[in-house]
């Protein structure tokens, strides 16, 4: 009896050392199985709708960005200046007006009685250099959205082309004007159609050393130059200031050492340069009459009157009072001679020309 206490002690670690001798017994050669695992596929996300329409949106608007670019400025005028006040149905309308060289054609989209843009279509008769000027006056069209407006100064009558082809276009006015260069109208240069014409003029005896300023009409508007008298003669010659073309200005100028080798402006024009050397002509004679002596040019044909610090016409009385000098003895050779003494107010400075010993004040 107490033997079996004691295995009874032992009983559940017995029990355990059974079992698990029974699973050894089980597990004998046993192989666990393998199972292949298929890997998953790979998620595609697909790209929404939404993106295609996106993209194509944005090509559309870029298009549209880039032929809006050459209208911005026409539309810029329009949105400051508001609505106009054209009795016209939306559309574009086309008007033909004169030019200096002939028919200027133009197209006029309007919309909502508005000058929405203007467009020149034709203008075989203009100079490209003046036409370009001329289309300034389109600005001034749109901002006022009106043709009652200032033509561009240097290309007044392609400017008045432009703006009576508008009218035509949106009126039905017609130009009934001949073209400037037809027409031979007056006021100088190319830009006006005038015809050129440079007189002969009766030259001064003499000219006074200094460098002198004259301007005159060229090509495309006032030509400004620079004159320098030494020993009382022409030694040079600058123009300093002109709004011509330069390929018509190259050729005229020309002339300026024809000018300085003669010491006359009684010269020929250039063909083919022909306002441009009239322009020139003009302005060495505006300058040449502030130096001169006797005050006897005219200057331009007798267009402007001579200058020389008010005082020419103290010395055109001088001159009619010592006209008839009788015969001298000085002992100088002939030639001009200067002189300078203290006035009331400063120098005066003086020139005497002499000839066969006979003297003329100045």
Do not use: H
């Amino acid at each position: 009896m107490g033997k079996w206490k004691k295995l009874t002690a032992f009983a559940p670690a017995l029990a355990a050392v059974i079992v698990a001798a029974c699973a050894g017994i089980s597990l004998n050669g046993y192989t666990a199985p393998v199972y292949a695992v298929e890997q998953p596929e790979a998620l595609v996300t697909p790209e929404p709708e939404q993106d295609t329409d996106a993209a194509e949106k944005k090509d559309d608007t870029k298009k549209k960005d880039d032929t809006k670019k050459t209208t911005d400025t026409e539309a810029e005028l329009v949105a400051a200046v508001g609505s106009g006040s054209f009795e016209l149905a939306d559309g574009t309308y086309e008007g033909s007006g004169t030019g200096f060289g002939g028919t200027i054609t133009v197209s006029v989209v309007l919309k909502d009685k508005t000058i929405q843009s203007i467009s020149i279509v034709s203008a075989p008769g203009e100079d490209a250099a003046f036409l370009n000027r001329a289309k300034g006056v389109i600005d001034r069209i749109i901002a006022s959205q009106s043709v009652d407006v200032d033509t561009v100064s240097g290309a007044t009558f392609s400017s008045k082309g432009i703006l009576a082809a508008v009218k035509n276009a949106l009126t039905g006015q017609e130009d009934t004007s001949e073209p400037a260069s037809a027409s031979g109208a007056a006021g100088g240069g190319a830009s006006a159609g005038g015809t050129v014409t440079v007189s002969k003029i009766e030259e001064p005896a003499a000219y006074r050393d200094g460098t002198y300023y004259g301007t005159g009409t060229g090509f495309g508007g006032t030509m400004k130059v620079c004159v320098v008298v030494s020993g009382g003669k022409i030694a040079s010659i600058d123009i300093v200031e002109n709004s011509d073309t330069p390929s018509y200005l190259s050729s005229a100028s020309s002339l300026i050492s024809t000018i300085i080798s003669t010491q006359s402006t009684n010269v020929d024009t250039v063909s083919g340069a022909t306002y441009s050397s009239r322009g020139i002509i003009e302005a060495v004679r505006s300058a040449l009459s502030q130096a001169a002596v006797n005050g006897s040019s005219s200057t331009n044909g007798g267009s402007q009157s001579n200058t020389n610090n008010g005082n020419n016409s103290q010395n055109n009385n001088q001159n009619n009072n010592n006209s008839s000098a009788s015969k001298g003895s000085f002992p100088y050779q002939d030639g001009i001679y200067y002189g300078t003494a203290a006035g009331f107010q400063g120098d005066i400075k003086v020139a005497v020309a002499c000839r066969i010993r006979r003297s003329k004040r100045y």
